[in-house]
């Protein structure tokens, strides 16, 4: 099959310190800064993604301060946008909360568009899993009565990043993925058998040195 060449614009956005940028770094460089650099304004992003049938699409992605949110260009940034990636803390509900809000503007931007773009929730920080905030239910309640894909990830250990990008974008595009090609990015944990005395339990233990304290930042 000939060579197809794509661009596809995503936009991420929320809350601050939800981890918008560690996502987009995680994504295009395969990094990961424990340190918080608030992004003030707009950021951007781009890697190249191979879909089968040879169809090459470099995704551009705009990274949007959290603060943005009452800010006048909203509409310019979503201007041309196929994905859209509302981004909380799983540890911080005020980041959920957030979301919420940032929906409310997305959807009065969007209201007289034709081809309005595909909505993903993303839960990030799940490598903090212990100190959870948002129940599971909720995130997948606020998801799916939205018209969101529901989805988590953790930009820290890389788990699933790359392929919640691929997947959004293959899924706009309507290119099927395999499911050998949808779970070879799925992190796989260890888990520690612990016995005791009176009975025998699993647990699964993550670190998390990289840990900034909850950052709050003004949205006027
Ligand atoms: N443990 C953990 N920390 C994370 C993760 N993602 C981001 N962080 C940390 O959270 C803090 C904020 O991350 P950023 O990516 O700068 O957040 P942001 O959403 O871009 O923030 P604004 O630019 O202010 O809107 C940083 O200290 C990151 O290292 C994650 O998956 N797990
Ligand atoms: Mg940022």
Request: glycine share 6%; with cysteine; proline share 3%.
């Amino acid at each position: 099959m000939k060579n197809r060449k794509k661009k596809h614009k995503v936009w991420l956005t929320t809350y601050c310190a939800s981890g918008k940028t560690s996502i987009c770094q995680r994504f295009a460089k395969e990094t990961f800064d424990k340190s918080y650099h608030q992004t003030l304004g707009l950021d951007f992003f781009s890697r190249r993604v191979i879909l089968p049938g040879e169809v090459q699409v470099l995704v551009q992605v705009w990274d949007i301060g959290g603060q943005s949110i009452a800010g006048e260009m909203i509409d310019k940034y979503l201007m041309g946008a196929h994905i859209i990636f509302l981004v909380y803390d799983v540890t911080n509900s005020k980041s959920f909360e957030n979301a919420a809000d940032w929906m409310n503007v997305i959807r009065k931007n969007l209201k007289d568009e034709e081809n309005p773009p595909r909505i993903i929730l993303l839960g990030n920080k799940t490598d903090l899993e212990e100190r959870r905030t948002v129940p599971v239910d909720t995130h997948r309640n606020f998801a799916t009565s939205n018209g969101m894909v529901p989805t988590y990830i953790s930009a820290k250990t890389g788990d699933t990043v790359y392929m919640t990008f691929r997947q959004a974008v293959a899924d706009v595009l309507s290119i099927p993925l395999s499911k050998a090609e949808t779970e070879s990015d799925i992190d796989i944990v260890q888990g520690t058998v612990i016995e005791t005395a009176k009975h025998e339990s699993s647990s699964r233990t993550r670190s998390d040195q990289g840990r900034s304290s909850s950052s709050v930042c003004s949205i006027s």
